[in-house]
């Protein structure tokens, strides 16, 4: 699909990949409605676009998280004049630590967002998008999807989550107009790896991606029509990771490889 003329939706866009799809996504000729938690962010972006490229923006803050807060943005969708021709489930939460240790509220808001926005936002905006004569669903999941990661169970998880709905839902939606998109980033230089206080010496420098060349990615990934595609997964997953062995398991544990799950959360 040729994202110019088209318009899409777009969670998490303030922040990370989001915020960098939205300029990628400008730069194509896609018209945008761009939704985030920070009202104030989302307003700077928002000018910022309208600034620099003739296409329409407008935006909606909502805690995607609340299923009220989603009902208010799936309606103030429904009710514009234009329909959407892309959805973007990029809104995602992610936080390190041990299952055990974690704080029942974070883990069920991070189920929230990752899991259940996105299904709902995907089930009340299919019959819209079939009515388009081409359209697009881009789920964000995460290269971790498949891959144990200690220390990050309940966000592995929901990436994991995210990735098998797609492929069952692109076969669902097989003959119709509506193609599926399930983009896995790697490690991806987010605000997430400062709040957490990574070193960035212990990760090789091949393993880290800006927000810009990610959603670089991700926009052709749109353009190739692709259903499956990682930022870097034929360079580096394939030379770095395995499936896990008896052996292996204390290595994961170390906590060298704790330090380094800390910079995969992208959003």
């Not at 959805?87 to 991070?110: P, Q």
Request: charged fraction near 20%; charge should be negative.
């Amino acid at each position: 699909m040729e994202p110019s003329g088209k318009l899409a939706i777009l969670t998490g866009a303030s922040r990370g990949i989001g915020r960098a799809l939205a300029i990628e996504l400008a730069k194509s000729g896609c018209g945008l409605l761009l939704t985030a938690l920070e009202d104030d962010e989302l307003s700077s972006l928002s000018n910022d676009l309208h600034s620099k490229f003739p296409i329409s923006v407008a935006t909606m803050a909502a805690d995607l998280s609340n299923h009220e807060s989603r009902k208010s943005l799936i309606n103030w969708i429904l009710n514009r004049k234009e329909p959407i021709d892309i959805l973007i489930n990029n809104a995602g939460l992610g936080y390190f630590g041990r299952f055990e240790d974690s704080e029942w509220n974070t883990i069920e808001k991070t189920i929230a967002l990752n899991n259940s926005a996105f299904i709902h936002l995907t089930y009340e905006l299919i019959p819209v998008l079939k009515k388009r004569p081409i359209a697009k669903i881009v789920n964000i999941s995460s290269g971790i999807a498949r891959l144990p990661y200690p220390g990050l169970a309940v966000y592995g998880a929901t990436k994991g989550f995210i990735s098998s709905f797609s492929e069952s839902l692109a076969s669902e939606l097989a003959g119709s107009l509506i193609s599926v998109l399930c983009f896995h980033p790697g490690f991806t230089m987010t605000s997430f790896i400062g709040s957490a206080g990574m070193d960035l010496q212990k990760v090789p420098r091949i393993l880290l991606h800006s927000p810009e060349e990610v959603a670089t990615q991700i926009v052709l990934a749109i353009r190739k029509d692709k259903l499956w595609a990682y930022s870097d997964y034929d360079q580096t997953f394939s030379l770095v990771w395995s499936p896990p062995s008896t052996a292996s398991k204390e290595i994961y544990l170390q906590e060298p490889f704790l330090e380094i799950a800390e910079c995969e959360v992208g959003e």
